[in-house]
C-alpha cells in the first residue's frame, strides 16, 4: 500500500506547488504596471501577520533581546522568561528530567509546535516514545543557532489553534535572519563557565553572511555554528542520594544553512534554503528511570562521548507575490532526519537504558506544501482575510525498536517486520481579520484537518479585541485545537513491556503496551480573557486560561487481550478529560528615560489529568523580571530575576510499583535566581557582553524522586563577542 500511495502523492505535491508558481506568473504578465506601492512584496502578509501577533497570548524577543541574554545552548532557556511558559518533561512522571523542553500553559512540550520561518519542525518524531509519554530528545527549539535569530514569537492558547495538529498549547516561531541588500556579515563567540567544575561548561563560535550576488535581482544568505556544552560529571548528584541520577548531559552541535533568493520582478520571489545540522550527546549515565541498568557503568567506565546523534536535511522553496487585489506566499519543503543512537531496552525499570555499543538507526522524513493568500477588502469595515491549504506525508523507518519481541509471549496478528510507517496529512482553512470599526477587532477563523490515520477534524475560533477609552484594550479567545496520535503511538506493531512492576494495578503477570490504530485526535478548547493598558511606556495586561483537554493519548489501564502464553495485552488508549487553567500578565514601567522595569507572571490554578495527577511538573508561580539599563547608545546593563514558586510532585499511583511501594512527596520550595549582565558596542556591528548567572548559587540536584527530577544549575559566567564588518 505504501508503495502505490508515495508516487501519485508526490505527483500530487510537485503539480501542487506548480500551480501558485504558474499562476505568479501569469499575474507577474498581467499587472507588469502596477504601482509602486501595489508592487511591494509581503505588504498585506505583513499586515495579517501584524494583527494576530497583537492578539492576547502573543509575546515576541527581538534580536536585541536574545543578545542581552545570551542563551548557553538552546533558546528554550530564553523563552521559558516569557508568560505562561515553564521547562518540563511531557508527563509528570519525572523520567528524562534534565532534557526539559517548551511547555506553554502546562500542556506539555509534545503540545507545542515549533516552527522555524513559519514551516513545521517535528525531528522529535524520530524519537520513540516511552511507556508514559517521554523522548530521549531535547526538542526542536536547538536547529538555529542563537545569532542566526531575528525573531522569536511565542503564541499562546487561542491564537495557536489556526496552526493544526500540535499546537494544542502553543506555537514557537523561529524567524532567521532575512537577506539584506549590502553586503554584510559578523563572526561570534560566546562562553559559559560555572563556577562548580562538576557542572558541564560552553563553548560556541559561529559566522553570518549575507548580501547580494547580481544586484536587486540574486541575494544570498550563509550562517554556520559549532557549538560544545560539556555534560555535568557523572555523580554530580551522588550526594543528594541518588547516584544513578544523572546531571544534565552534554551537547555537541554543528549547523550550516544557506538562502538563495531570486526577485524575479517587482511583484514575485523565490526563496531556496537548505541547511544541515547535526546535534550529538555527550554521554554522563543519564536513563529514561534515573538507574544504573543496562550498560550505563559499562559505558562510563569506557569513556564513551556519544550514545545519540541527530542529524538533520531542510530544503525549500518558497514563493512570495503581491498583487493588485491579495498577496500569496507559497512553499514545498522537505526535511530528513535520522536518529542514531545505541540500542536500549524496551521493558520494564532497565526502558530506556542502553544495552550495547553500536549505532541502530531510524529516519524521518516529512515532505510538505502549504500555500496561502492574503485578501483585504472592505466589506461593514476593513478586512484581512487568510485563506490557505496544505498537505504533507510522513514516513518514519523504525527497524530496531519495531522488530522488539518481548519475551512475554506473542501478540496475535502483530508484524515485527513491519518497520515503516507513513501518514498523510491535508487541510484547508481560514481566518478573517476584521476591524468592525476603529478600536472593535474581531478574528474568526475555521479549520479542516484529515489525517490518513486518525480522519477528520473540526478546529478553529473566535478572538476580539476591544478598545475601552484610548489607553484600555479587552482581549479574549475561544478555540478548538487538537493534535493527531503520533506515528509511534497509531502503530499497532510497536510493542514496549514490562515484567509486571509497570503493569495495572489488581493485575499479575507480565504485560505489554502496543499501538493501536483507533486512537481518536487528542482535542481541547482553550479559552481566555483578559485586558491590556498601554499610556506613556507604562504597559500592563493579565489574562485568564482554560482549557479543557481531551482524549489524552496515555498508556492504558484495560486489558484487551493475552499473549499465547497467558501474559497481557494492553495499549494507548484515549482517555476522558484532563484540565488546565491558570492566570498570566506582564507589567512594564519607565522608571526614567534610560531605565525600564520589565516584569510578567504565571499563576498556574489547576493542572489535572483524568487520575488526578498534574499533566507536567512545573512550578505553581513564576515570576520574571529584568531591570534594563541603557544610559547611551553605547553601554547597557540588566538585571534579572526569576522567581519560581513551589513545585509538587505526582500523587496518585499508576502502576503496580507505585501502588504497593508509595509515591515520593518530597516537594522542591519556592527558589529565586538573580543575574547580571553588561554590553559595550564599538563601531556599528559589533559589541561584547559580560554577566554572571545565578549570582546566589542556588543549586538543586536530581534524585528522580518526588519533584526533584532535574539539576538547577549553580553560578556561572558568561560572556559573548560579535565582530561585525
Not at 499586515?47 to 536574545?66: M, N, P, Y
Not at 491579495?326 to 519543503?333: A, I
Request: charged content about 20%; overall charge positive.
Amino acid at each position: 500500500m505504501h508503495r502505490t500511495l508515495k508516487k501519485p502523492l508526490k505527483k500530487t505535491l510537485f503539480a501542487a506547488a506548480a500551480l501558485p508558481l504558474s499562476l505568479a506568473a501569469a499575474f507577474a504578465q498581467a499587472e507588469g504596471r502596477q504601482s509602486a506601492q501595489t508592487a511591494e512584496l509581503d505588504t498585506v502578509y505583513v499586515t495579517a501577520e501584524r494583527k494576530v501577533q497583537q492578539q492576547l497570548g502573543v509575546s515576541k524577543i527581538s534580536a536585541d533581546d536574545i543578545a542581552k541574554r545570551p542563551v548557553a545552548n538552546d533558546i528554550s532557556e530564553l523563552v521559558r522568561t516569557m508568560p505562561g511558559v515553564n521547562l518540563t518533561g511531557n508527563t509528570a512522571t519525572g523520567q528524562r528530567g534534565n532534557k526539559r523542553q517548551i511547555d506553554i500553559r502546562g500542556m506539555g512540550p509534545e503540545n507545542t509546535l515549533i516552527l522555524i520561518d513559519g514551516k513545521p519542525v517535528t525531528s522529535r518524531n524520530a524519537e520513540r516514545i516511552s511507556m508514559r509519554g517521554e523522548r530521549n530528545t531535547r526538542g526542536d527549539s536547538n536547529w538555529v543557532p542563537p545569532e542566526a535569530i531575528e525573531s522569536i514569537t511565542v503564541l499562546r492558547g487561542p491564537a495557536a489553534a489556526r496552526y493544526g495538529s500540535g499546537a494544542m498549547g502553543g506555537v514557537v516561531n523561529i524567524t532567521t535572519k532575512r537577506i539584506t541588500n549590502e553586503f554584510e556579515g559578523s563572526v561570534n563567540y560566546y562562553t559559559n563557565q560555572p563556577q562548580d567544575s562538576k557542572e558541564g561548561a560552553t563553548n560556541r563560535a559561529g559566522f553570518y553572511l549575507s548580501g547580494p550576488v547580481v544586484k536587486d535581482k540574486l541575494s544570498f544568505r550563509l550562517y554556520g555554528s559549532a557549538n560544545k556544552t560539556d555534560a555535568d560529571s557523572a555523580g554530580i548528584n551522588a550526594a543528594a542520594g541518588n547516584a544513578d541520577a544523572a546531571g544534565v548531559e552534554g551537547v555537541r552541535n554543528r549547523d550550516i544553512a544557506g538562502r538563495l533568493q531570486w526577485r524575479i520582478d517587482p511583484a514575485n520571489s523565490l526563496t531556496f534554503d537548505a541547511g544541515y545540522s547535526r546535534q550529538g550527546n555527550i554521554y554522563n549515565g543519564d536513563t529514561q528511570n534515573s538507574n544504573g541498568a543496562g550498560i550505563t557503568s559499562d559505558l562510563l567506565a569506557g569513556g564513551v562521548e556519544e550514545t545519540a546523534r541527530l542529524y538533520r536535511q531542510n530544503y525549500s522553496l518558497i514563493h512570495t507575490g503581491s498583487y493588485e487585489k491579495f498577496d500569496l506566499k507559497s512553499y514545498l519543503s522537505y526535511d530528513r532526519t535520522v536518529n542514531s543512537r545505541f540500542p536500549d531496552n524496551m521493558a520494564g525499570g532497565p526502558e530506556g537504558s542502553y544495552n550495547d555499543d553500536y549505532f541502530v538507526n531510524s529516519k524521518l522524513t516529512n515532505l510538505r506544501f502549504n500555500s496561502e493568500a492574503y485578501i483585504p477588502f472592505e466589506a461593514a469595515g476593513s478586512h484581512v482575510a487568510t485563506v490557505g491549504a496544505e498537505i504533507a506525508r510522513s514516513s518514519l523507518s523504525d527497524p530496531y525498536t519495531i522488530s522488539y519481541q518481548g519475551g512475554f509471549g506473542t501478540v496475535a496478528g502483530r508484524d515485527s517486520t513491519a518497520s515503516r510507517v507513513t501518514q498523510t496529512e491535508w487541510a484547508v482553512y481560514g481566518e478573517d481579520n476584521w476591524t468592525v470599526r476603529p478600536g472593535t477587532t474581531l478574528i474568526p477563523s475555521l479549520r479542516f484537518d484529515h489525517n490518513s490515520k486518525s480522519g477528520g477534524n473540526v478546529s478553529g475560533g473566535l478572538n476580539f479585541s476591544q478598545a475601552v477609552g484610548e489607553n484600555w484594550l479587552v482581549k479574549g479567545g475561544i478555540a478548538r485545537a487538537y493534535k493527531a496520535p503520533n506515528l509511534y503511538q497509531s502503530n499497532p506493531n510497536f510493542l514496549l513491556a514490562s515484567r509486571g512492576n509497570g503493569c495495572p494495578i489488581g493485575t499479575t503477570g507480565s504485560c505489554y503496551f502496543i499501538g493501536n490504530n483507533d486512537l481518536k485526535p487528542e482535542t481541547s478548547w482553550n479559552k481566555e480573557i483578559g485586558f491590556e493598558f498601554n499610556r506613556n511606556g507604562w504597559q500592563a495586561g493579565a489574562a485568564y486560561f482554560h482549557n479543557a483537554y481531551r482524549n489524552k493519548i496515555v498508556a492504558s489501564q484495560n486489558i484487551i487481550g493475552y499473549t499465547d502464553t497467558g501474559n497481557l495485552i494492553q495499549q494507548w488508549e484515549n482517555t476522558p478529560k484532563a484540565t488546565v487553567a491558570g492566570f498570566e500578565g506582564s507589567l512594564s514601567i519607565p522608571l526614567h528615560d534610560t531605565l525600564q522595569w520589565r516584569n510578567n507572571f504565571t499563576y498556574m490554578q489547576k493542572s489535572e489529568d483524568y487520575q488526578g495527577n498534574p499533566l507536567s511538573l512545573i512550578p505553581k508561580h513564576t515570576i520574571n523580571s529584568t531591570l534594563a539599563w541603557k544610559p547611551n547608545e553605547k553601554w547597557d546593563a540588566n538585571l534579572t530575576f526569576t522567581h519560581y514558586g513551589r513545585q509538587k510532585p505526582r500523587t496518585v499511583a499508576i502502576n503496580r510499583i507505585e501502588n504497593s511501594d508509595g509515591l515520593d512527596s518530597s516537594e522542591i520550595g519556592s527558589y529565586g535566581i538573580w543575574g547580571v549582565n553588561a554590553g559595550y558596542r564599538f563601531g556599528k556591528k559589533s559589541e561584547a557582553r559580560l554577566g554572571v548567572s545565578n549570582i546566589g548559587n542556588k543549586k538543586i540536584y536530581r534524585t528522580g524522586n518526588g519533584a526533584y527530577t532535574y539539576n538547577e544549575h549553580g553560578r556561572a559566567f558568561y560572556g559573548s563577542l560579535k565582530v561585525g564588518f
